[in-house]
């Protein structure tokens, strides 16, 4: 070798163990920094803004006893607490309520937004903040001051803004207010999609087709009041038929052509599919129920809950135990536990040792399409009742991390902004209840020291929360459930279908007034079950709209698994909590072997060996289970080619079209089994057509997966990732942040709920005076520091379903916060 050749070669290794070494220091040193993030578990710090000591105790699973002498003093803690563990995830729902999450997460994330931003609730948050009563003010600051000590306190920023080279901004108390607008997006419908879903069905076909197709319940019915849903009939063959729709070819079911992939991976992050489709949609939802002291181990209520939301790490919620006793008190003014919403200083489900409650998500109508009457001579121009206005246009800057400000130029009415809708329809403004100051607050603070089922339930509607189905129990055994959250009284219309508000005659009037509100007390079976159905049929229940509710099949299980029984413990109540007896798809299941009986499906290679497994499904949403696979997709092929002919010529109207109820299961199954010729989809020339059809597609789907149907168990389809927001975009480690992928049993129309990547957000069962036999279930861990022990810690016990206790464990760390 020459010695030129040496030379290079020695200065290539030279470089190279430069490079190395220089790699090998800058991974030490981000390791330490990220190290340095951890929040102190033991010894003591001070706490600026304290009036006396609070000492928080952690627990096994890294869970905080919160211990204070007064509440405005656990507020700071908690809101400390809340900084250390969670200040990221914290961040990106304060930025999502405000549409800023561009600023830290870049281009990627500007569409989402734009949607946000569309409402500008940060000015709304603002003014919500200067209604707040004092007290509320004064506990919010307490909290904020608290989560900037919290950050302050951290050796070095949380390892997401290292990762992102990024500072993070200090909280400002309407923040926690953004944080509740945040709940409000994944809650409700903001823009009024499912209105308009609703009146492109309307333009397509006639009224009393329209009630078939649109029915607002189904046989699975579950109400609380035992209340029935109208029946809707078929419409006759001279009033609607299939055969009249010119052009009907196949549909588009898939949704492919309207979304792509990344969009939709991107958007679940931060809002998940709260819709659906007709046949296979995932519902998020919750169940909660209640059983009287007559019928529990204990003597009092036995409150379950369990809240199905987006699965990540680390998980929405975040728990805390919270008792205040002043120094000369001989018990506590408060003893409080339950799941916390990081961003904001109230438990939001749990015990205060004399109630316990719960939550689900009501599914009432917060959200008006309104149609917009514009000037012949100018279109600037819209009709309201006090005479033409010109539109306003308001410029929003949205901070992009990585690129220039972009400008959004939101159009504004007195109604509220204008939403984009299919090119060339007439415009709409959009009136949601978040828009509203007087929607949002944390009077859920004033539960802490409600003592009983009645005291709550007035509470209830004056809570500044999505509306929820609100469960409540007390330790003297008494249960009862209405409606929490603000609710508009209507006027002139039904809030089903977009109209115009130009004359007056149409609009909302206020809030429905407490003493309006449907509820329940002391049923005489002494049970309260709701699981985001119809939960009861009263004028005062339907006035609130209730078009969007879910299918009544999983209320229905949890009805009759409750009636089942004359004594509960909380084990029993995770026993419900954790059923996946696919009850409703047994009638699927008959119709599926009817077909592969047919001549024409024997003909299919894989038909004997389909008909096996379907035979021996064991009748459960179980990961072993290829025959439940089998039968649910079969009825979601089954629903989308009957409604094929519906949706086609919807989605001629609007592009964006998804079938606006869950409740159609009615429709398709009165068409399967009564078999009208004129409701025939045109491709088919008989219902057995139709259903041999949905067979062949679902063998090519399994084939597109390289499966056959013995291989198509279950578990493969329903395998649940939990993950970590950021970890899609670190190459290499990223999935290192997240859970393994685990196939779990249950799905939708059950009460154990479970979807590759939506399920139970939480689990407890609890009576109130006896916390110390509750129980309780979280998906990942306590900590959002994927270093941490407690990053992990528990979920086993919520994938497996192994009891867990509700009240935090012995402590293993304790922290003393000094004045």
């Known amino acids: 070798m020459s010695t030129r050749l040496r030379r290079l070669l020695r200065i290539f290794l030279w470089s190279l163990s430069a490079i190395l070494i220089l790699l090998i220091v800058a991974g030490v040193v981000f390791w330490l920094a990220v190290r340095a993030s951890l929040p102190q578990l033991d010894g003591t710090l001070r706490l600026s803004g304290l009036k006396e000591q609070v000492v928080v105790e952690r627990d096994g699973l890294g869970v905080p006893t919160i211990r204070a002498h007064n509440r405005l003093d656990a507020a700071r803690a908690t809101g400390f607490l809340h900084a250390q563990d969670r200040f990221f995830h914290m961040d990106l729902s304060r930025r999502m309520g405000a549409g800023e999450l561009a600023e830290l997460l870049g281009p990627g994330v500007l569409d989402l937004d734009r949607g946000f931003r569309l409402h500008r609730l940060r000015k709304t948050a603002r003014e919500a903040m200067r209604l707040a009563p004092p007290a509320q003010v004064e506990l919010i600051k307490a909290y904020t001051e608290g989560v900037n000590a919290g950050l302050r306190a951290l050796g070095s920023r949380p390892p997401e803004y290292l990762i992102l080279r990024s500072q993070p901004r200090e909280w400002v108390p309407e923040d926690s207010l953004l944080v509740a607008h945040a ?8 823009g009024g999609r499912q209105e308009a879903h609703v009146s492109a069905l309307a333009n397509m076909v006639p009224p009393k087709a329209f009630d078939f197709f649109l029915p607002s319940g189904t046989e699975w019915d579950a109400a609380v009041d035992g209340s029935p849903s109208p029946t809707p009939v078929l419409p006759a063959p001279n009033e609607f038929s299939f055969h009249q729709l010119p052009g009907t070819q196949s549909a588009d079911t898939t949704g492919a052509s309207r979304r792509s992939t990344g969009s939709r991976q ?49 998980n929405t919620w975040y728990r805390a135990r919270i008792v205040c006793q002043a120094k000369n008190d001989s018990r506590p003014s408060l003893d409080i536990a339950g799941v916390t919403l990081p961003g ?9 040792r004399r109630i316990a409650w719960a939550f689900t998500n009501s599914m009432l109508d917060t959200t008006d399409l309104i149609l917009l009457e514009s000037s012949p001579d100018n279109p600037r121009l819209y009709k309201t009742p006090g005479g033409w206005l010109p539109l306003k246009e308001e410029t929003e800057t ?22 984009p809708g299919p090119t060339g329809s007439p415009k709409k403004a959009v009136r949601w209840l978040a828009h509203l100051p007087e929607a949002v607050n944390l009077s859920l603070l004033d539960l802490e020291g409600v003592g009983d089922v009645e005291a709550a339930l007035r509470l209830a509607p004056t809570c500044g929360v999505p509306a929820q189905n609100f469960v409540v129990g007390d330790k003297t055994g008494r249960i009862g459930w209405t409606v929490m959250g603000r609710l508009p009284r209507r006027v002139g219309f039904s809030g089903l279908l977009p109209v115009s508000w130009a004359d007056g005659a149409n609009r909302w009037d206020g809030w429905i007034p407490s003493e309006e509100y449907p509820k329940l007390v002391g049923p005489p ?12 049929g009263s004028p005062a229940y339907l006035a609130a709209g209730p078009w969007d509710v879910d299918l009544g099949a999983r209320a229905n299980q949890i009805r009759n698994d409750l009636r089942a029984s004359e004594r509960f413990s909380p084990r029993d109540m995770l026993a419900i909590q954790l059923d ?25 290679k894989e038909a004997a060996e389909l008909g096996k497994r379907v035979e021996n499904w064991g009748g459960r949403a179980a990961v072993e289970s290829a025959g439940y696979r089998l039968v649910r997709g079969f009825r979601t092929f089954c629903i989308e080619l009957a409604l094929e002919p519906v949706i086609e010529r919807c989605r001629k109207i609007d592009p964006q079209f998804d079938y606006p109820t869950r409740q159609v299961e009615y429709s398709v199954w009165v068409m399967l089994s009564a078999k009208p010729s004129h409701l025939l989809n045109p491709r088919f020339k008989s219902y057995e057509d139709l259903c041999v059809a949905a067979l062949e597609k679902l063998i090519l789907d399994l084939r597109s997966q390289g499966l056959n149907p013995a291989e198509a168990t279950w578990g493969k389809r329903n395998l649940v990732q939990v993950r970590h927001p950021m970890s899609a975009g670190i190459p290499l480690v990223g999935t290192w942040l997240d859970i393994e992928a685990e196939p779990l049993p249950g799905d939708s129309h059950m009460p154990r709920f479970q979807s590759p990547g939506a399920g139970a957000s939480e689990r407890l069962a609890v009576s109130p005076g006896h916390e110390e036999q509750g ?5 990942g861990g306590q900590s959002g520091h994927f270093l941490s022990e407690y990053y992990r810690k528990g979920h086993n016990a919520w994938a497996s379903g192994q009891p867990a206790p509700f009240l935090p464990g012995p402590a293993r760390h304790t922290l003393t916060l000094a004045p």
């Open 398 to 419: 949205l901070h992009v991390r990585g690129e220039h400000d972009q400008k959004l130029t939101v159009e504004t009415t007195i109604w509220g902004p204008v939403v």
């Open 183 to 190: 709940m409000f997006f994944f809650l409700q419908d903001s």
């Open 775 to 779: 129980l309780f279930h979280m998906p």
């Open 580 to 604: 996946d007896r696919a009850v409703f798809l047994e009638r699927w299941r008959g119709l599926l072997l009817s077909t592969l009986s047919l001549d024409k499906a024997s003909r299919i």
């Open 266 to 314: 991107q958007s679940a992050l931060f809002l998940p599919n709260r819709l659906g489709s007709a046949g296979d949609g995932v519902v998020l939802g919750s169940n909660s129920w209640a059983v009287d002291g007559r019928l529990s181990t204990t003597g009092s209520a036995l409150v379950a809950n369990d809240m199905h939301l987006g699965l990540r790490l680390p």
């Open 525 to 536: 079976d002494g049970r309260i079950w709701t699981a985001n159905n119809r939960v009861a």
């Open 344 to 352: 904001v200083p109230a438990v939001i489900v749990g015990s205060n």
